[in-house]
Each structure stands twice: as C-alpha cells, then as structure tokens.
C-alpha cells in the first residue's frame, strides 16, 4: 500500500523529498553527537545549520593558569635569579586535598593550579631578601595559608559574637577569603571564594576599613604581571612598574 499522510493520502513528490532531507539529518546528528558530548560542546541545531557551544571546563582554567605561572616563573628565572631561587616545590593532589580539609571547602581551581605548581617560597628575612616578587608580596606554602585563614576565620567569628559584625566580616576579614601572599607588613593576598565574589583577588593591608579588589581572576593577575615585566610597564590596577634590583630581585616602584 505505501506510505500515507496524516490525512489517508499518498504524499506528493515535494513531500517525500523532505521527509528524506529530514531524515538524513537525523542520521547526521545521531553520528555527530557522541563526538560533541566527548568533546564537551552542546550541538545547537536548527534547520540544516549547527553550531557548537562550548561548555565551561575547570581544566580550561588550569591550564591557563599553569601556562601564565610558568611564563612569569621562566621571566623570574632569567631576569630576577634570587626570586626564582626562593621558590618551592608544588604540592602533590594529596598534599591539595588535605589543605582543602583544613580549609573546609574546595578551593579555587587558579589557586589549586598555582600550588601545584609552587607550594610558596622561602620567606624573605628582610626588605633586601628576595621572594617578595608579587606587588612586595611573598607566596604562602600551605601551612602559612592554613594559618592566615584560620586567623581570618576567627577575627570574622569574633566580630560576630562581640556585634560589630558590619565593621568586618566582608570588609578586612572573611571565612571565605584564603590568602596565598604575604608581605613583611602582615597584609595580605587572598583569593575570594564568596559565590558572588568567587576567584577574585583582594588585598588586605590592616590599618584600612576595607579590603581592595585588585583583579578579577588569578589569571588576570598573572596576564597584568607577565605583561609588565616583559614590556617594562607599569601594572594598570596598581600604579607600580617593575624594577629589578641588583640583577637578582623583582621590586615594583611607584611612579
């Protein structure tokens, strides 16, 4: 008998050619999806055209910031040999999880990247020691970030409890801020792990009622910085320039 429309009637010859593209473009679809699921990407269809969205991958983050790290790491290494000489070792996936613990929630894709990389450096003694390579900051191991967030957790706490909650929490301390950097004077880096906040990087200096937002992301930070050594610019959310000390020791002056 053949095939028949919804209306008992054998389909016109216009009619069965479309049903033929649509057909084939189902078979299309069936053998592309697979290869765009492995890939991460969502196939939007409509008509014959298709195109691929991307969806957001946390290693996408890491590599960047693995690549930017070493980048900055190498400029270190041949301009500033004392700085690249304070660095330590990376912490191992286990070495990661266990400060996670201590912290009490995940931590930051760019920072977990950027420890695997380098657990700190060897804290500087003094102005004239280097390692303070980042803005005059010097990078934290693990045991320096879990100690600075606990401090900062309890001052948040405290200023609960006692009622000037306002005056703090948010402000010059967060249960959800873990600093990765410190300078001689006791401020901090810290990265922001707020939802509406989350992957920032604000500075601390105590003394000042609140904190300062200096970049977005970590990988933004490491863009301005490679960009500023390499070019011999002055970095736009700081207005400092790099100067290099004795052939040794990245400072960064202002002016």
Known sequence: MGRVNRHG?????????GLADAARALSDLLLVLPQRLFTGC???????DSSAVPRRN??????????????????????????????RPGLSDGDV?????????????????LLSERNGVTPPRSSMAPGAFILGYSLLN???????????SVMAHEAVEEGYEEEVVGRTAHTQWVPFAQALTGDLLFVDHRTDHYG??????????????????????????????????PLPTARRRPSVHEGRMLEWVTG
């Open 97 to 113: 999880s266990r400060l996670e613990s201590r912290v009490g929630f995940p931590l930051h894709t760019e920072l977990k990247s």
């Open 58 to 87: 946390h290693m996408d983050g890491m590599h960047n910031m693995q690549e930017l790290w070493r980048r900055f790491e190498e400029w270190l290494r041949e301009n500033a040999p004392g700085d690249y000489a304070t660095l």
């Open 42 to 48: 969502a196939t939007v269809t409509g008509g014959t």
């Open 142 to 152: 693990a045991d320096g970030i879990t100690e600075w967030h606990q401090n900062l």
């Open 200 to 233: 920032e990087v604000g500075e601390i200096s105590f003394g000042d009622p609140e904190y300062l937002q200096l970049w977005p992301s970590m990988t933004a930070m490491l863009t301005d910085l490679n960009n500023a050594v390499e070019g011999s610019l």
């Open 9 to 17: 009637q054998r389909p016109a010859a216009a009619e069965d050619e």
